[in-house]
């Protein structure tokens, strides 16, 4: 698929990417690391591990100008679900992605270039989250659903606790103080036990947990920039999270808990462990990713200090039709989230994936 848009003083041509090129998606991969608005969900890696991890198709498209030069690029996912329909979104399975350029021109023709693909494809809507708005009037823009929350990590373990709210700031050292066992790393059975602990969260949710092919593959894409920190309480897993290194940031994205992390405030010395292990890294922000307006997790966040900021989501859909919803606080999905909290987790494994990879 190509597209041109003709300027006033030179022309973006805008082309899917494919991604079976080698060269071409680590030329890629350079510049969205060089790009300082860019996210761990803009790399080719994200689309091309939830492509292998889901099955929902990666589809990348790049702005040039007709001399060549990168001008900015658009990753996308194109979910197929027979509960959901068709969507293109950006970045599938994510929290952020949407439009990365240097120029506005090319921001325009990328999303321009983004709707004629999911008109093609037979979606009613294509879903940026976060990015660059495009200025096209038939973009709705949506700030109220997700906060995001990130500040920079303090200078040693002293300052990182007196950063955190008095009342918080003790519930971490009762955790720290609980003789738990912290370690971090990619290996079999750190995957394992953290996906156990996702899936045994997810359904306390009442949400279907997703794939562990799509943990798998992503670990596997983005190699050294991703990891499983644990804690455990004589050596049973209590709490993990796996985090997404980018830049100078440590984002902790899907993170699981068993039935005793409350008691133990293993969640607390995870993240503590965490901070500690990203200063070491060389890293100088701690992103604790989005949370949904007014959940427990938002809560949570702002008890550990952190601000949360509304994050911008652009929509498109063919008029007339209702924007996909997949927002599990919806009125329409109150009655199915209390009768999946209530389907045995061993059934709610099962049948979870297949429901979840339509979600994106």
């Known amino acids: 698929m190509s597209s041109m848009n003709a300027m006033s003083d030179f022309t973006v041509v805008v082309d899917e990417l494919p991604l079976s090129d080698a060269i071409a998606v680590a030329e890629l991969d350079g510049w969205v690391r060089g790009h300082p608005d860019s996210t761990p969900f803009h790399r080719p890696g994200?689309?091309?591990?939830?492509?292998?991890?889901?099955?929902?198709?990666?589809?990348?498209?790049?702005?040039?100008?007709?001399?060549?030069?990168?001008?900015?690029?658009?990753?996308?996912?194109?979910i197929r679900s027979t509960l959901f329909g068709r969507a293109l979104v950006s970045s599938g399975f994510a929290?952020?992605?949407?439009?990365?350029?240097?120029?506005?021109?090319?921001?325009?023709?990328?999303?321009?270039?983004?709707?004629?693909?999911?008109?093609?494809?037979?979606?009613?809507?294509v879903e940026l989250r976060g990015g660059g708005a495009p200025a096209a009037p038939a973009w709705a823009q949506k700030t109220d659903a997700y906060l995001g929350f990130s500040r920079?990590?303090?200078?040693?373990?002293?300052?990182?606790?007196?950063?955190?709210?008095?009342?918080?700031?003790?519930?971490?050292?009762?955790g720290m103080g609980n003789g738990l066992s912290f370690e971090i790393g990619r290996d079999p059975q750190l995957r394992e036990a953290h996906?156990?602990?996702?899936?045994?969260?997810?359904?306390?949710?009442?949400?279907?947990?997703?794939?562990?092919?799509?943990?798998?593959?992503?670990?596997?894409?983005?190699?050294?920039?991703?990891?499983?920190?644990m804690v455990s309480k004589d050596g049973k897993p209590v709490s993990a999270v796996i985090?997404?290194?980018?830049?100078?940031?440590?984002?902790?994205?899907?993170?699981?808990?068993?039935?005793?992390?409350?008691?133990?405030?293993s969640n607390?010395?995870?993240?503590?462990?965490?901070?500690?292990?990203?200063?070491?890294?060389?890293?100088?922000?701690?992103?604790?990713?989005?949370?949904?307006v007014g959940t427990g997790p938002a809560a949570w966040k702002k008890n550990?200090?952190?601000?949360?900021?509304?994050?911008?989501?652009h929509l498109r859909t063919v008029p007339g039709q209702a924007t996909r919803d997949v927002?599990?606080?919806?009125?329409?999905?109150?009655?199915?989230?209390?009768?999946?909290?209530?389907?045995p987790l061993s059934l709610a494994n099962l049948i979870g994936p297949y429901i979840a990879r339509g979600l994106g």
Not at 277 to 282: L, V
């Open 152 to 174: 920079p990590l303090a200078a040693d373990d002293e300052a990182e606790l007196k950063a955190i709210p008095k009342r918080h700031r003790a519930e971490v050292r009762k």
């Open 46 to 78: 994200w689309i091309m591990g939830v492509e292998a991890g889901t099955g929902q198709r990666a589809r990348m498209l790049v702005a040039r100008s007709t001399g060549g030069a990168l001008l900015g690029l658009l990753p996308l996912t194109y």
């Open 304 to 313: 550990w200090g952190f601000a949360g900021e509304p994050l911008g989501y």
């Open 195 to 229: 996906y156990r602990l996702y899936a045994h969260s997810v359904h306390n949710l009442g949400t279907p947990v997703f794939p562990r092919a799509l943990f798998q593959a992503v670990l596997d894409h983005f190699g050294e920039d991703a990891d499983i920190a």
């Open 268 to 292: 607390e010395a995870l993240y503590f462990h965490l901070m500690r292990s990203a200063r070491e890294r060389g890293c100088t922000t701690f992103d604790f990713g989005r949370s949904k």
């Open 327 to 343: 927002n599990p606080l919806s009125p329409q999905y109150r009655r199915k989230v209390e009768l999946w909290k209530k389907m």
């Open 243 to 265: 985090s997404l290194y980018h830049g100078n940031a440590c984002m902790p994205y899907w993170h699981g808990a068993g039935p005793e992390a409350r008691a133990l405030r």
């Open 95 to 125: 929290v952020d992605g949407g439009i990365l350029a240097v120029d506005r021109k090319a921001a325009s023709a990328l999303a321009d270039a983004a709707w004629a693909l999911a008109v093609r494809l037979g979606c009613k809507t």
